[in-house]
């Protein structure tokens, strides 16, 4: 069973930085293939939205419009973790922040919605104050 494991956040000053870890286990190539990882978050009485994803196999990128420049989305294949560096926050990114992966294909680039997730971390808070 494939587990993630969310660790990084806290709370910064608007214009703060913060790197959120995923560290991914429980899992083998040749049982699962984990195609796509991601970071989501979702704030208070918003709906779960895709913040960046990437797929494994071959490193291509997406980032939601209103994160681009700012966070970066990196993977460490040696170590099976997931990184989501975080630079100039703002107050709306405020939100809990989870990472995912899915062993489902769906085509070069990441698959944009959290059902198309099979796996899910705890969550990671990620408070942007003024």
């Known amino acids: 069973q494939v587990q993630l494991v969310e660790s990084g956040g806290g709370s910064v000053q608007a214009g703060g930085s913060l790197r959120l870890s995923c560290a991914a286990s429980?899992?083998?190539?040749?049982?699962?293939?984990?195609?796509?990882m991601g970071w989501f978050r979702q704030a208070p009485g918003k709906e779960r939205e895709r913040v960046a994803a990437?797929?494994?196999?071959?490193?291509?990128?997406v980032y939601a419009d209103s994160v681009k420049g700012r966070f970066t989305i990196s993977q460490d294949n040696a170590t099976n973790t997931l990184y989501l560096q975080m630079n100039s926050l703002k107050l709306e990114d405020t939100a809990m922040y989870y990472c995912?992966?899915?062993?489902?294909?769906?085509?070069?680039?990441?698959?944009?919605?959290?059902?198309?997730?099979?796996?899910w971390g705890q969550g990671t808070q990620v408070t942007v104050s003024s």
């Open positions: 990437i797929y494994t196999g071959g490193g291509s990128t």
């Open positions: 995912a992966a899915s062993s489902r294909w769906f085509g070069y680039l990441p698959p944009s919605y959290p059902h198309e997730y099979n796996y």
């Open positions: 429980g899992y083998t190539y040749s049982v699962y293939y984990i195609y796509y």
